[in-house]
């Protein structure tokens, strides 16, 4: 890290700065902090006018009720597995294609980080209908005319057309296209880690007698496992927030995610607000530690990928 | 003369005995190692374009399968945008236009400081006339109509969002990057602020704000109340909703834009502020020659994915008004995904394409304005 660009200048510039930073942490947090307030709050406290600031009576009310009116923790489980998944097969995925990237001798190798990143301006929302449509199943092309002519010919064992499988309210439905919309960002960050890694040291180890993958995976990747966990991060806080999709594959109850499943705790009218309040909480409490614990490994990663992007 | 056993010519190993023994050749690996991130992107990118791009010259409603899936050429396209009985208005939007060709002198200021490559600019203009100067100001006159009247509702809401959304990302995050840049004790405090809105779901964060932005029992009017101005009734009137949902994107992107811009800050090379100093360079002068001229990549970087992001605006108009009230917030995206569920698959695939053009179109005008850097 750099040491931070600016020197210690004269008072007025000081104060200036110790507002702003005020400013900041009260526009980052603030609106997170007031939910957490109201999740406290009663419901009758919240419709009473004048509004109050702190809870009166603090109650853990609406924190049952999250889990008594819907599944939430079926909701947090599917989350979590379908985020955790996305994450590790994005990494796996990324971690190949980036080192391919940054060390193999291709032609064309710029071409190719280009169009893979390019992917990343591809609406998830045009993706919708389409994906939808291979997911509940679609003769699969070229495979199923094939198929369907040799079982014509008389081959019984084959069937007569072959669909995709129907992935509707599968974690599958969801992993694979959030493997798909995190794998840009992933692929450029890892790119740019492996360029940093000394070519020496993987040729040492070929030296040495290891194999070119030998070499990758005893020497390469443990050296590069800061830039996995930055990138994995990425990808899980992409897929714990994607909501379209799942709000459009996974309609069964039991296997929607938190942001859809928050939306409904909204009434036709009403809009109970407290237990909102108190379901948005618990659904941001893994994001809240992931930037805990590891603000750093997420800004340099980013790094990583605004430079070289 | 005896001769040695006949041995086998050398044949270079291929690729299948290379694989057994883990030495393959480098494009060999190469391949190997990009196919399963291209085949994932295949399936799920490129089958949909493709698939979308195909469904577009179709007619096709699932709730009239009777009626089959004819191939109906541009006729989704001309149902949009065409138009009849179109009338021209001077004034109509006329704040909007205005600051739409507003930037034109900024372009031509910017053509001849050479910032912007000759052939950027003049597009960039042609561009901006026509669409503030021309179509924009287009209304249909007594009889005549849009064809599409909520598509050109959806894109100029959504032409709105990005303009505001963009221009706002980028004056809230440039300060936020700075700031967070800044050596303190509260800097680990600074960062988690920064990042929470990152990293914050855009439904959660919509709601949220829909929670501050309630006329009755919410936190803004309850302030505007202290200091005397009777808030509005933020969701329910149009105004006021449209400058809602911009402030809670200007919110939740302005992190985005502060993180790539925090990147660029630490990596600009602390020796040149020593010597800007040495110099006598005041802390402005340092900014505005040092500062801002190193973080143009980064600042290009960070337009282009939050301008991206915005023209598939969708989650936060969702979450906190449905598109509404009335259909003063269906952006493109919501109006997308309306069709979708009115069953209209054809005509929503056309959207899409519409959307994917504009998408693509933007990006290339970035990827110039890069590149000629």
Redo the contacts between chains.
Sequence with gaps: MTAAARPRRQPAGYVVVRLGLVLMVVNGLFPAAWLLLTSFKSEDELTHLPITYFPQHATLHNYVAVFQQNPFARFLVNSTVVSLGATLVCVLFAALAGYALARLHLTGRRAILTAIVMTSMFPALVMMVPLYRLFVGVPLPLLSPLVGYLHALGWGFMPASLNSPNLLNTYWALIIPYVALSLPITTLILTSFFQLIPEDLEAAATVDGATRVGALFRVVAPLSAPGMVTAGIIAFVNSWNEFLLALTFNTAMNMRTVPVGITLYQGQFAFPWAVISAAITIGIVPLVLLILFFQQRIISGLTAGGVKG | MARSAPTTPYRPPGFWRRLR????T??Q???M??L???L??A???L???L??LW?SLHFQRLNEPFRGTPFIGLRNFQRMLGGEGLRWSAVKLWWLRVLGLATLPALAWAARRRLLGKGTAVALAAVALLVFGLLLGLQPGPGGRWTDARFWNSFSITLLIIAVSVAGAFL?GL??AL??????R?R??????????????????G??????F?S??G?VN?VLGRIGIHGPLWLARVAPAVAAVNVTIV?KTS?FVG??L?????????SL??AA?VDGAG?WQ?FWHI?LPLLR??IA??LI?RT?TA??T??IPF?MTRGGPGRSLETL?VY??NT?LALN?GY??AL?VV??VL??GI?VVYLRWIYTE
Aim: glycine share 4%.
């Design positions: 023994q883990g030495n393959l480098d494009p690996l190469a391949v190692l990009l399963p991130a291209l994932t992107l399936v799920v990118m089958y949909p374009m698939t979308v469904q809230v300060p936020l700031l967070a840049n800044v050596r303190s509260m680990w405090l600074g960062r988690v602020a920064l990042l929470l809105p990152w990293a914050m779901p855009r439904v959660f964060a709601l949220t704000f829909a929670w501050l309630q009755q029992y936190v309850d919110w992190s993180l790539i925090l990147a660029g800050l630490q990596s600009i090379d602390a502020y020593e100093v802390s340092r500062t990549p980064s970087v960070a994915f991206l023209i598939q969708f989650d979450a995206g997308i995904y979708t698959i929503a695939a899409s959307l994917f998408s693509l990006t």
